[in-house]
């Protein structure tokens, strides 16, 4: 064995994509299944996303990895619809366009007349956090009105503690360039550059995973845990449930606090870094109901910001946005609760969690009937948060382990979060492992 990956995430699996499931080879997982957080559960005609849902369709390495899998030409784009946000109690329309903010009852009158001084605040490029730059670019009122459930959507997180120069670099990047936010958006819609789309598989997402799986065969090795890894004879060896495993490079695709435990005698300063790396935890609970007994709501979804004191991250319309994730005449919906602002919410019963999740749908649709059927994915340690001083930790991390150029790493926390992120990171790993084999096979990109 050559190249030992170590996790069967939707990182791992990537670098296997982009090495070409070279027969050298050795995928370790310690589950049943492959897929992490990107697994699929098909019962019944449900279609159900247990973590991601899908990804956005402007990463060239996410349309790489599907062109290897000959997937490319299967994609299902996600229906439009309405996007609504929870104000007190009630689901309220976000405008389509941002102007339509300055007419939305989801800002009172001040909070509006803030945002037109935006443009003419100072960009302040000392890292700050999420809630302190929005604060001072467009004001508290929209920051606590909008942004705070916006960012709940995406990293379950707290606006208070999540770095912005870290968690959205981007756009902190475009306003550096620009001068302000509303210059940055303006570009960007002056550039005709069209967004991007959620994006998944007729089997959801899970089906990436499933197909990289039947790729690797015998070279998958799941139920494998690997408990210890060291050097011995310039060579790597993994201490695995089912003995030792020698290989030339490793890759460690894992959480972090899995991967800090390997690395905790052979990069002391990168482990502890790991360590420092926090959570949010978040259950992902599926509604399962028939047309019959209810008309649901139209559209895409709506996000529910911390001032409505619910336990209820967002609620997506599943069958509205993919219809192909429920059978004809039902309905399902997928509820996010928890996260990095209820720390003990998923300790909690899997059951109590459930009916949690309902009461909080009849809350927001008062004719909510009880499902048909309900299930519950738990991920206690699920979201890595991008805090401050996010940034020097990697660095940290990145340091640490420079001694060791035949070890990499890959995961959620180096460069993003989403899907399309850890897709990007497995391809830079593995165009690093190529690099470092010159002549030695084919390269490419």
């Known amino acids: 064995m050559k190249i030992a990956i170590v996790g069967g995430g939707i990182s791992g699996l990537s670098v296997a994509t982009f090495l070409d499931f ?3 080879i050795s995928v370790f997982e310690a589950s049943p299944t492959v897929g992490g957080m990107t697994k699929t559960q098909i019962d019944e005609g449900f279609v159900r996303d247990l973590g991601a849902n899908g990804f956005l369709n ?14 490319d030409n299967q994609c299902v784009l996600a229906a439009g619809g309405s996007r609504y946000l929870l104000h007190n109690g009630k689901p309220v329309a976000l405008p389509e366009k941002p102007p339509g903010i300055l007419t939305s009852p989801l800002l009172p009158v001040l909070a509006r007349l803030r945002l037109l001084i935006e443009p003419f605040k100072s960009v302040r490029k000392n890292e700050q956090s999420v809630a302190d730059y929005l604060n001072h670019r467009i004001g508290k ?3 606590t009105a909008l942004v705070d459930a916006m960012v709940s959507g995406i990293w379950a997180g707290d606006i208070q503690a999540l770095s912005m120069q870290a968690a959205f670099p981007r756009l902190v990047k475009a306003v550096e360039n ?4 509303y210059k940055a958006l303006k570009a960007k819609r002056a550039s005709g550059t069209p967004a991007p789309k959620l994006t998944s598989l007729p089997k959801g997402l899970g089906q990436i995973a499933e197909t990289i799986a039947e790729q690797l065969g015998n070279n998958l090795y799941t139920q494998t845990a690997v408990s210890s890894l060291c050097q011995r004879d310039g060579k790597w060896v993994l201490g695995t449930s089912k003995g030792e495993q020698v290989a030339e490079q490793v890759v460690l695709a894992l959480p972090t606090q899995k991967c800090a435990e390997l690395l905790k005698e052979l990069a002391p300063e990168a482990s502890n870094a790991l360590l420092e790396i926090p959570t949010a935890p978040v259950a992902v609970v599926h509604h399962l109901f028939d047309l019959n007994d209810w008309e649901p709501p139209t559209g895409f979804g709506i996000l529910c910001p911390r001032k409505e004191k619910t336990s209820t991250l967002g609620v997506l319309y599943t069958s509205s946005i993919f219809p192909q994730r429920a059978p004809h005449g039902k309905v399902l919906l997928r509820s996010i609760l928890g996260g990095a602002t209820i720390p003990n919410f998923c300790d909690q019963d899997p059951q109590k969690i459930q009916n949690i999740a309902w009461e909080n749908l009849k809350a927001i649709f008062g004719d909510c009937p009880a499902p048909l059927k309900q299930t519950v994915e738990i991920y206690k340690k699920g979201i890595p948060q991008y805090t401050i001083g996010h940034s020097g930790r990697v660095e940290r991390i990145r340091a640490a382990i420079e001694p060791f150029p035949s070890l990499h790493l890959a995961g959620n926390y180096l460069g993003g979060v989403a899907v ?6 497995a391809h830079e790993v593995a165009s690093q492992i190529r690099q470092s084999e010159p002549g030695s096979w084919e390269n490419r990109t």
């Not at 620009?178 to 936010?181: K, N, R, V, Y």
Request: aromatic share 0%.
């Open 420 to 425: 399309k992120d850890c897709v990007r990171v």
């Open 178 to 181: 620009e001068g302000s936010l």
């Open 58 to 71: 402007d990463e060239p390495t996410v349309a790489l990895l599907l062109e290897r899998l000959n997937l």
């Open 141 to 143: 009122g929209a920051t």
């Open 22 to 24: 070279r027969p050298d």
